[in-house]
């Protein structure tokens, strides 16, 4: 799933819905934001994530967005 939401994040610019990135992913909200929690930079089991991966809350929406450590991680991945 981290691969599919990377790809997500790239198309969708500045932020994505969790909403609507759960929904395009055919996930639940919750499973969504456990792997975004994974892919930030956050400490989880004594060590720190990536920072590709940036949510915040805007208005009362759940948002998410790639980092620029986020963007070169995709252009690594995707690179044709």
């Known amino acids: 799933m981290r691969d599919a939401i990377l790809q997500a994040l790239a198309e ?3 932020g ?3 909403p ?3 929904k395009r ?3 639940s909200a919750s499973a969504v934001l456990r792997e975004l929690s994974f892919m930030g930079d956050a400490m989880i089991g004594g060590q720190r994530g ?3 991966v940036r949510v915040w809350q805007e208005d009362g929406r ?3 967005a790639l980092t620029e450590a986020g ?3 995709c252009a690594l991945l995707y690179r044709s």
Do not use: E, N, Y
């Open 25 to 27: 992913l055919g996930q």
């Open 20 to 22: 609507r990135l759960s």
């Open 16 to 18: 994505v819905s969790l």
């Open 50 to 52: 990536p920072g590709w």
């Open 71 to 73: 963007r070169v991680q």
């Open 12 to 14: 969708g610019g500045d």
């Open 62 to 64: 759940w948002l998410a």
